[in-house]
């Protein structure tokens, strides 16, 4: 077993969806601090504008004032954004759209030749964030690799050992999320 959270291993409870899948849910994005989005009220040009998500998740909006946008989908803000102007509207008709994608980086620090933060525009693995960071330098234990995930549970702290990951092929990747910090010992 390669992968701990909290110092135990991890069970089918902890991982919902193998490394290699996707749900649904996962496919669809997730709007996220930085991201630059454009909502358009039908008839309504007072309230139609373009606002970037500030770093505590939320936007301000005419007549809708403020509202959490970061972790919701387009739809799932443009359905709470109808509701607020309701109250002001007549049957608004609101649209959402992902302009600017920038909330998409993780982090990777420690025993690495370029620890930085770094734009991902996919999936990345853990190995592929090594690999962005210039790979391990001649202190790392590539068998104490650690990622950093927050989680609506709480922080969550994963040991990926890649010495077996890579020497075992029959293991699935191990796929980051955005936000994630990769630390190597």
């Not at 989908?73 to 002001?88: D, G, H």
């Not at 549970?153 to 990951?165: C, D, S, T």
């Amino acid at each position: 077993m390669f992968l701990m959270a909290s110092g135990a291993p991890l069970t089918a409870a902890d991982v919902v969806t193998p490394p290699g899948s996707t749900t649904s849910a996962e496919a669809e994005y997730r709007l996220g601090p930085e991201d630059v989005i454009e909502v358009f009220v039908w008839k309504e040009p007072e309230a139609t504008t373009t606002v970037t998500i500030r770093s505590d998740g939320r936007i301000s909006l005419p007549l809708a004032g403020e509202l959490a946008a970061s972790g919701k989908t387009a739809i799932e803000l443009q359905q709470e954004i109808t509701t607020k102007l309701s109250q002001y509207v007549n049957q608004p008709v609101v649209n959402v759209m992902v302009k600017q994608i920038n909330s998409l980086k993780i982090s990777v620090l420690g025993e690495v030749r370029r620890p930085d933060v770094y734009r991902i525009k996919s999936r990345v693995t853990v190995l592929d964030a090594i690999a962005m960071a210039g790979g391990f330098t001649d202190l790392a234990r590539p068998s104490k690799v650690v990622v950093l995930r927050n989680t609506p549970a709480g922080p969550q702290r994963i040991i990926v050992n890649i010495k077996q990951l890579v020497g075992d092929g029959s293991k699935a990747p191990f796929y980051l999320q955005t936000l994630d910090t990769v630390y190597v010992e």
